[in-house]
C-alpha cells in the first residue's frame, strides 16, 4: 500500500493547502456483485484539507488485498497545479514494463477530468504486478482523485469496461461531513474561573482557517489519551495575535530561511461527562473539529 501512496504523490505535487468553505466530496456508484469493505485504518482526514478513504476486496483464502479503490479529496488552492500539467508518465519511464494509457480527458470546466489507466506496474511489496485506474476531476472547491487498483498485469476488459463507466458517471456533491476546520495542535487547559478551577480547550489554527471560524460555533474534541470518547464545545475566544512569525532564523543546514505557517490561538469550551472528569488532566493533547456550516 506504500508503493500506492507514492503514485499518489506522483499524480499530484501540492503546495501548502489552503482552508475552503465549500468542500466536497465524490460519489460513485458501487459494483453490487463485489464485497467491498470500508477500511476505517486507512480513511482519515490527514490534513486540514485532504481526506482519504479506502475499500478493498480481500480473498477468502488470504489477508491480503486482491482489488483496492482509494478516494482523495484535496481543497484547491491558489498552488494547486492546472489538471492538463499533470504527466506521470514522465515520473513511471523507469518502470519499463508498465503501459500508460490515457483513456478519456476533458479539458473544459466546470469540471475537467482525465482517466489514465497504468497496467503491470511493479512494486517492490507485492509478488504479483499491479495496474491501476486513476480518475482526476475537480470541483468548484476541491480535487477528487480516484485510483481503482487490482492485482493483475492486464485489466480484463469486461473490468475495464465496467470501473471506466462508474467513474465517469460519478458526481460530485457537498460534502457529507458538512464544512469544518481541524486541528490536532490543541491541549486541555485547566483555567481558574471565578475561583473555580474549570477545563477550556486551547487550539491553534492555520491563518486560512481562522477566517472560517466565529464565536458560537460548534465543536468536537477528542483527547489523546482516550479515543473512545468524543466531547462538545463551542468556540467562545479568537485571538487575533499571531503565535508563530512567517519566516524562522536560517535553517542551520541549508542556510536558508525557513517558512512557517502563521496560526492563531482559538479557545473553546468543553463540556466534560461528571462520570469522566477525573480522568482529564492539563495540557493533554487533543484534536478539535470546528463546524464552520450545517450539513446538508
Not at 491480503?64 to 497545479?81: A, G, H, P, R
Not at 504527466?87 to 477530468?113: M, R
Not at 480522568?279 to 493533547?285: L, T
Request: aromatic fraction near 8%; proline fraction near 4%; hydrophobic fraction near 35%.
Amino acid at each position: 500500500m506504500k508503493n500506492i501512496a507514492t503514485l499518489i504523490v506522483l499524480v499530484l505535487v501540492f503546495g501548502l493547502t489552503k482552508a475552503q468553505s465549500n468542500r466536497e466530496d465524490i460519489e460513485i456508484r458501487w459494483p453490487k456483485a463485489e464485497g467491498w469493505e470500508f477500511d476505517e485504518k486507512l480513511s482519515v482526514q490527514t490534513d486540514f484539507s485532504r481526506r482519504h478513504y479506502k475499500w478493498d476486496v480481500k480473498d477468502d483464502r488470504k489477508d491480503s488485498w486482491q482489488k483496492v479503490v482509494m478516494i482523495l479529496n484535496d481543497d484547491i488552492t491558489e498552488y494547486t497545479k492546472p489538471l492538463d500539467s499533470i504527466d506521470v508518465s514522465h515520473d513511471l519511464l523507469k518502470d519499463k514494463g508498465i503501459l500508460y494509457t490515457l483513456l478519456g480527458e476533458n479539458k473544459i470546466k466546470p469540471n475537467p477530468y482525465r482517466l489514465i489507466s497504468l497496467e503491470n506496474r511493479t512494486l517492490k511489496s507485492e509478488q504479483t504486478p499491479v495496474s491501476t485506474l486513476i480518475y482526476i476531476i475537480d470541483g468548484k472547491t476541491c480535487r477528487h482523485m480516484v485510483l481503482v487498483s487490482m492485482k493483475t498485469k492486464k485489466f480484463p476488459a469486461s473490468f475495464l469496461k465496467q470501473w471506466s463507466e462508474i467513474l465517469l458517471s460519478s458526481q460530485i456533491i457537498p460534502s457529507r461531513d458538512g464544512n469544518f476546520e481541524l486541528t490536532d495542535d490543541a491541549y486541555l487547559d485547566n483555567k481558574k474561573v471565578n475561583g473555580v478551577s474549570e477545563f477550556c480547550v486551547t487550539a491553534s489554527f492555520k491563518s486560512n482557517q481562522v477566517g472560517h471560524l466565529l464565536n458560537g460555533q460548534s465543536a468536537k474534541i477528542v483527547v489523546d489519551d482516550f479515543p473512545e470518547l468524543s466531547l462538545s464545545g463551542k468556540v467562545s475566544e479568537i485571538s487575533n495575535v499571531k503565535n508563530a512569525f512567517p519566516l524562522s532564523s536560517p535553517s542551520s543546514q541549508s542556510g536558508n530561511d525557513v517558512k512557517r505557517v502563521e496560526r492563531f490561538t482559538v479557545t473553546i469550551t468543553v463540556e466534560l461527562p461528571p462520570a469522566d472528569k477525573d480522568k482529564f488532566k492539563d495540557r493533554m493533547n487533543c484534536t478539535v473539529r470546528v463546524s464552520t456550516a450545517p450539513k446538508k
